[in-house]
């Protein structure tokens, strides 16, 4: 089929269009990449605004730019029982999207999603997290910073998409470290600085597949004090270390896919998952398909994010312990709800926003069981119709400036192309320019003391001025780390280049070892997110193994 969207010819399989059949809803007409661009347009991660709350007056911290048309309350004021949620009747006669972007403009917006935080208030998207600033999407962590999708943590830095880590910085998917700096896809180990694939090693520098191993440098045996000589060099210099290690790095072959005691699926990093395919950054997932990251499980859904615990869903994003989700956005613990935003606790819902503990409401309007059966029929024939049920409120329709979500970060676009798309662009993106009183590329700890933390800093990526915090530079102290010479971020994404992207190529293995029990060229085939023009050698899980055990 060719998406509607970008032209680009998608296939729906059998197990697809039985999916689609069992929830009722037609099959999709835009690819897999565009429906997850239309979801992500409705994410805000990264951007926060200060602004009043529009009930207390109090100074918040909110999702929304205050030049946006929104409706905003702290959570507070939010969560409480002084407000009431607007509702609209349905008008046949007008589109249903139309109507509930109305009902969108009206209804006020919980500023900010933390749930359970203690000291994290600049962490959206986070769980039980203590003590934690700028942090994202994190469950359970104490003294966390400027990190992403870190995960039952303590005292890390800039890290991205790991669990159970102890003071470690600059760490992107690894487990189960401590002390370690600059690793890729590591566990079970400690002491590590610039190594990728390590497991159960300690006290290793830039080394590559090791297996229960010590006192490494580039895969080599060194004594103790060889190695914390070399170790003290490259903190000091991690950029000219971190050149050595890439070239060093594409000697070793590379495994075709993360997944890990998983059962008939595919896509990368995944684990503990069974019959679920074209997925990513997940774990325990069952029957589903085109997921992004999604912790802690799921069971026959497809196209969700950021929805752990999800059941029987599709096309939503944040629908946390819930189940039978359809075309929904930051639902928590909710039931049978279709088109609906910011919604917890509820129950057969239908184009609603804001609801706490609804129950069989329609753009947010009460109904009797057997009159919301009746009246959400008809809409949904009126939106079969007009081809438009089945699919998320577009992206035209997010509160949010395009250049402010997710999707910006996974789809980029010109400002052009998004104007010409008729979807929205920020041009006051929050951030300083131009007040920089110090410059930080010669400066190392021995010259510092805590006056530092009145100094404003220049990013020498994008000119952004930021600053450190206190534990920050007690971190970088305690570790012996030179102070970053980029904004939070900057690293940030210059950590996530390292990922690679949420797609698939069909590839053969390029192990060329007869002792791996083949002649001349692996012929195993595999899907794989290295595409054929990336430098590295992809072998298949098989001649992995043997070249790593």
Not at 56 to 68: A, T
Not at 117 to 143: A, I, R
Not at 398 to 423: D, M
Request: with cysteine; charged share 25%; aromatic share 14%.
């Amino acid at each position: 089929m060719q998406c509607k969207n970008c032209q680009s010819i998608f296939t729906i399989y059998p197990e697809d269009q039985k999916f689609y059949a069992k929830i009722g809803v037609p099959e999709p007409t835009s690819c897999p990449d565009c429906r997850q661009q239309n979801r992500l347009a409705w994410r805000n991660e990264r951007f926060l605004y200060k602004r009043k709350c529009d009930l207390c007056q109090k100074d918040i911290i909110s999702f929304y730019s205050p030049d946006k048309p929104y409706i905003q309350y702290c959570p507070e004021c939010w969560w409480s029982d002084k407000w009431e949620t607007p509702a609209l009747d349905y008008d046949p006669n007008r589109p249903f999207f139309e109507q509930w972007a109305e009902l969108l403009r009206q209804t006020p917006h919980l500023a900010l999603i933390i749930s359970h935080g203690e000291n994290s208030d600049y962490c959206p998207h986070s769980v039980y997290y203590k003590n934690c600033y700028l942090c994202v999407s994190g469950v359970t962590g104490e003294n966390i910073f400027y990190s992403y999708w870190v995960n039952n943590s303590f005292e890390c830095l800039d890290c991205s998409l790991c669990f159970d880590l102890q003071q470690c910085y600059e760490c992107l998917y690894c487990r189960n470290l401590f002390s370690s700096y600059y690793c890729l896809d590591c566990e079970n180990s400690s002491e590590l600085a610039f190594c990728r694939d390590c497991v159960s090693c300690h006290n290793c520098l830039g080394c590559v597949g090791l297996r229960h191993q010590e006192y490494q440098i580039f895969n080599q045996k060194v004594s103790s004090e060889e190695y914390q000589r070399q170790l003290a060099e490259v903190k000091a210099n991690p950029q000219l270390f971190a050149k050595k290690f890439r070239e060093f790095s594409l000697k070793f072959p590379c495994l075709f896919a993360d997944i890990q005691h998983s059962e008939n699926s595919t896509g990368d990093r995944l684990t503990s998952c069974k019959n679920s395919h074209n997925c990513f950054d997940a774990e325990n997932l069952e029957d589903c398909a085109y997921i992004w990251n999604l912790p802690q499980g799921a069971s026959a859904c497809q196209d969700i994010n950021y929805s752990p615990k999800a059941e029987m869903s599709y096309d939503a994003m944040s629908i946390v312990n819930s189940k039978y989700i359809l075309n929904s956005v930051s639902c928590w613990d909710c039931s049978f709800v279709s088109y609906s935003w910011q919604c917890f606790y509820g129950q057969n819902l239908f184009g609603c926003i804001g609801l706490k503990h609804g129950n069989y409401q329609i753009l947010n309007k009460k109904y009797s069981e057997e009159e919301y059966n009746q009246l959400k029929k008809k809409i949904i024939d009126d939106m079969v119709a007009q081809g438009i049920y089945g699919k998320l409120f577009s992206i035209e329709y997010s509160p949010f400036a395009y250049n402010e979500t997710s999707a910006a970060e996974h789809f980029p676009l010109t400002k052009e192309g998004i104007l010409r798309r008729g979807w929205s662009w920020q041009d006051n993106l929050p951030g300083t320019f131009g007040q920089g009183t110090v410059g930080n590329q010669h400066l190392t700890l021995v010259d510092i003391d805590e006056k530092i933390l009145n100094a404003v800093f220049t990013c020498s990526l994008c000119q952004k001025n930021y600053k450190l915090i206190k534990p920050e530079l007690k971190f970088y102290r305690l570790h012996g780390l030179i102070l970053p010479h980029h904004c939070h971020d900057c690293r940030y994404a210059l950590r996530m280049k390292l990922r690679n992207p949420h797609r698939l190529w069909h590839r053969q293995c390029m192990c060329e070892n007869a002792e791996h029990n083949h002649q001349e060229r692996c012929q195993n085939e595999f899907e794989t997110t290295y595409s054929p023009d990336r430098p590295e050698k992809v072998y298949c899980e098989e001649c992995y193994r043997k070249e790593i055990y």
